[in-house]
């Protein structure tokens, strides 16, 4: 149903949609599915947490 590679970037939520509601709309239809995540798969959102995490406001907390 759902297979996550490095090569093909995905999102967890957004305006077109993203994996929850997909994962959401799957389960609603069969009631099962199958998710696979290949290593490094999600490594985008790893590097936007990451890049979050170092943002520091004007007086210089994170």
């Given at each position: 149903d759902?297979?996550?590679i490095p090569e093909?970037?995905?999102y967890?939520?957004?305006p077109g949609g993203g994996?929850?509601?997909f994962i959401?709309?799957?389960l609603r239809e069969n009631g099962h599915m199958v998710i696979v995540i290949a290593e490094?798969?999600?490594q985008n959102l790893i590097e936007e947490h990451l890049r979050e995490m170092?943002?520091?406001d004007a007086s210089?907390?994170?």
């Open positions: 759902c297979c996550q093909s970037p995905f967890l939520e957004g994996l929850f509601e959401e709309h799957r490094g798969g999600g170092e943002h520091k210089g907390n994170k």
